[in-house]
Every structure is written in C-alpha cells, then in structure tokens.
C-alpha cells in the first residue's frame, strides 16, 4: 500500500482543458479498478470518473462528453483529460486505484464507500468564468 502520485493541477478559463496524470509504479494491470473523484471546500467527496479491467468506463453525469479516464500501462500512469471545464470543475481532484476489478459505476456512485487501497495525494484545479 502506498500513495500514487498526482500531477499538479491547474489554472484555466472557463471552457478550457487540463489533463491530470496518476503514476501507479509497479502497478500490474492484469487486474484493476481506478478512478478519480474530486472534493470541493464544505463538500462531500463526489466520484468523477472509474476504469476497470473487464469492466470499461463509468463517468459521473455532470461529465459525461467533457471528461475521459485512461490508463497508460506502458508509462503505469493513469490520466483524466478534462475538456469545456466550467466553474464547478474547480474542486480538489484524487485518483485511486485498486489490483482488484471493480464495477466502475458502483464506485462512482459511492464515493464516500471506496476502499481503494491507494491514493494520491489531491491536486487543485481551478477553472474561472
């Protein structure tokens, strides 16, 4: 068990695009269960976006068409590429991740209840009108 290490955020307009990265070192990807999830001040941790195995994709609705989640196994790095950010894109954002499949929906509907074994540290983004 460890920390994953997050890129840094960043600072866009309204209608910009950032892309955050997730290093999993040492990660196998024969199994897996990864996502990203953001918090915001005063607010409760809310799932963004989920990847697994087996499983494919599972996005929040107030991101669908806007976000997309990736792995790159070759660079055991995990990616959210987020377009047409809006002001409410502004909260913290943690990737997770598990060597254990998982429902991608589930974990996005449940923030609160993930227990992936790893976590990164958070990293700002901030997307001003």
């Known amino acids: 068990q460890g920390e994953l290490v997050e890129s840094r955020g960043g600072s866009v307009q309204s209608g910009g695009s950032l892309r955050l990265s997730c290093v999993v070192a040492?990660?196998?990807?024969?199994?897996?269960?990864m996502g990203w999830y953001r918090q915001a001040p005063g607010k409760e941790r809310e799932g963004v976006a989920a990847?697994?195995?087996?499983?494919?994709?599972s996005y929040a609705e107030f991101v669908k068409g806007r976000f997309t989640i990736a792995l790159d196994n070759a660079k055991n790095t995990l990616y959210l590429q987020m377009n047409n950010l809006k002001p409410r894109d502004t909260p913290v954002y943690y990737c997770?991740?598990?060597?254990?499949?998982?429902?991608?929906?589930?974990?996005?509907?449940?923030?609160?209840?993930?227990?992936?074994?790893?976590w990164g540290q958070g990293t700002q983004v901030t997307v001003s009108s």
């Open positions: 040492a990660y196998t990807y024969s199994s897996y269960c």
């Open positions: 990847i697994s195995d087996g499983a494919g994709e």
């Open positions: 997770a991740a598990d060597s254990n499949p998982c429902i991608p929906l589930v974990v996005i509907n449940a923030p609160l209840d993930a227990d992936f074994p790893y």
